[in-house]
């Protein structure tokens, strides 16, 4: 073979390496993803009662597909597909009756807190519990996501009362 | 040699495709370093000089003619250094540079003339030291009021009750933005310090009035909207809008009124409705000056029940933007705002 063309194989070579390593380090690892999704519970606290609710509660609840705008301090908004159940569905499989409560209260694992009202949560399609964004799991706080699951209002147009890490949710009077 | 070129041209696709996923971060990493933030002086009255790049070293007596007995320079990261006008600015890539005294002082954003420096930090400081003496005290952040909406709020009669405690003006921090004046009020420290500098951040460096009252063996709580903003060491009491009036400030207003015959001894209370009218209508529009009346109210009653000191201060000004408000710059507007002390 002509050393040149060697060469430029021996380049080609290298690069699509470099590439194909490259993408593989960046590829979300969707199985990892999933089982520390697995092991990750919120819990829910109503009536004196304590609920620990997993993925697989969810799935049972029943997921569903919706879209919402994202807006963060450091990018501009953008409309995304997720995937999660709705919180009223969440309290009417546990049987937690809203009718004593004015709120509740949404904390993550960086202690950030957020209320909904119950009249918003009670409003169709429009509060959310989500472990999906564009068909990819959120990740977990240490690789950069916001999940392993987050709230969303659909109506909150700046999605500046989402609660990301979400690990616990609370009825309050 | 038709091989070679295949391989050739299939190696330029992959080179291409590869430099080009780590393109987008390279377009951001140019765009933020072309970000020539420029530099505003002001007084507590107006802005002086607005987005000044200098293109040579220049003395800022040769920029502004106003004297006055200090500045404080405003950094990007928030620190605030007073001296004197004996100062000299230029610019580089990074964007402008003050010279004085053989220091440099780089990303500077802002110059703010003045004879004595009061800061909304002081209310950290003037809570204290009420805890200090064992005296209960009330504090009060009036989210997104400006010194120049007071102004226009006292000459137009819409703040009769609480233009009586006017003590000064008081100097936000940078960036003017609620979580980075908050933790300023809170912690008596400037973003540089307090690691609070922009909304992205909700956590602090120092503590707070909170972990100092609770040090005090005191009582403290922290009534707050729908939101908890920082992760303070007491958790806030959230609040909904229970009568769906699109506002939170008359529920919490209600909780103010109930814990100030309570025995707590620190009280701080988080109004926002200002800030929403300021956004939406703009900051001097008759929604937003009949709301500041409405505040006016709020505390009026809340001095009736509340038998203590009662701070109020804000966390941010506001300036007229398309047909409403926003704030967020380095400006007059944005960064003065109204400081209140009421004595028992």
């Not at chain 2, 041209?9 to 072309?34: A, D, P, R, V, W």
């Not at chain 2, 420096?117 to 005296?135: C, G, N, P, T, V």
């Not at chain 2, 003017?176 to 008596?188: D, E, K, Q, R, Y």
Request: aromatic share 10%; with cysteine.
């Amino acid at each position: 073979m002509h050393k040149k063309s060697f060469a430029v194989i021996c380049i080609f070579l290298c690069l699509f390496v470099a590439v194909w390593i490259s993408l593989k380090l960046n590829q979300p690892n969707i199985e990892e993803q999933k089982k520390l999704l697995e092991n990750s519970e919120i819990l829910l606290l109503a009536n004196q009662q304590e609920y620990l609710i997993g993925l697989n509660d969810l799935m049972e609840i029943g997921e569903e597909e919706f879209t919402s705008v994202l807006d963060t301090s450091s990018t501009n908004p953008t409309n995304h597909k997720y995937t999660g159940v709705q919180l009223k569905n969440i309290l009417s499989h546990y049987q937690i009756d809203l009718d004593e409560s004015s709120a509740l209260v949404l904390s993550g694992m960086d202690n950030y807190s957020v209320a909904y009202t119950t009249e918003e949560i009670l409003k169709n399609n429009n509060v959310y519990i989500v472990f999906k964004e564009d068909g990819n799991y959120l990740g977990s706080k240490e690789n950069g996501g916001r999940g392993p699951y987050e709230s969303i209002v659909v109506a909150d147009d700046f999605s500046n009362r989402r609660c990301k890490w979400l690990t616990r949710i609370e009825c309050v009077k | 040699m038709r091989i070679s070129k295949i391989i050739v041209l299939l190696t330029l696709i992959i080179s291409n495709l590869f430099l080009g996923g780590c393109g987008s971060e390279s377009k951001l990493q140019k765009n933020n370093s072309l970000e020539l933030n420029g530099v505003t002086v002001f007084n507590k009255d107006e802005n002086l000089v607005k987005n000044y790049i200098p293109k040579e070293k220049i003395h800022f007596k040769e920029l502004v003619k106003e004297s006055s007995k200090h500045i404080s320079i405003i950094t990007g990261d928030g620190s605030v250094r007073k001296t004197t006008a004996d100062i000299y600015l230029s610019s580089n890539s990074n964007g402008v540079n003050i010279t004085y005294k053989d220091k440099i002082i780089s990303n500077v954003v802002g110059i703010y003339l003045h004879d004595n420096l009061y800061s909304i930090r002081d209310a950290f400081y003037d809570a204290k030291e009420h805890l200090d003496s064992d005296e209960k005290v009330m504090v009060i952040l009036l989210d997104g009021f400006s010194l120049n909406q007071y102004n226009y709020a006292k000459k137009n009669n819409y703040i009769e009750y609480i233009s009586k405690y006017y003590k000064n003006e008081a100097l936000s921090v940078y960036t003017p933005v609620t979580n980075a004046g908050f933790a300023a009020i809170i912690t008596g420290e400037n973003p540089n310090i307090n690691g609070v500098h922009d909304r992205s951040f909700r956590s602090m460096n120092v503590e707070s009035m909170f972990a100092y009252a609770l040090s005090k063996k005191k009582q403290a709580i922290l009534l707050e909207a729908d939101i908890k903003i920082l992760d303070t060491e007491i958790e806030p009491k959230l609040h909904v809008d229970s009568n769906n009036d699109k506002n939170i400030d008359d529920e919490i207003f209600e909780t103010a009124k109930s814990v100030a015959k309570d025995e707590y001894d620190l009280i701080f209370v988080h109004f926002h409705g200002i800030d929403d009218r300021g956004h939406a209508y703009g900051p001097q529009a008759l929604e937003t000056m009949n709301y500041i009346k409405q505040i006016d109210g709020y505390i009026q009653e809340l001095s009736s029940i509340w038998n203590g000191p009662i701070i109020l201060t804000a966390d941010h000004g506001m300036h007229k933007f398309e047909d409403g408000g926003s704030h967020g710059s380095c400006i007059q507007e944005d960064m003065l705002v109204p400081y209140f002390k009421k004595e028992q």
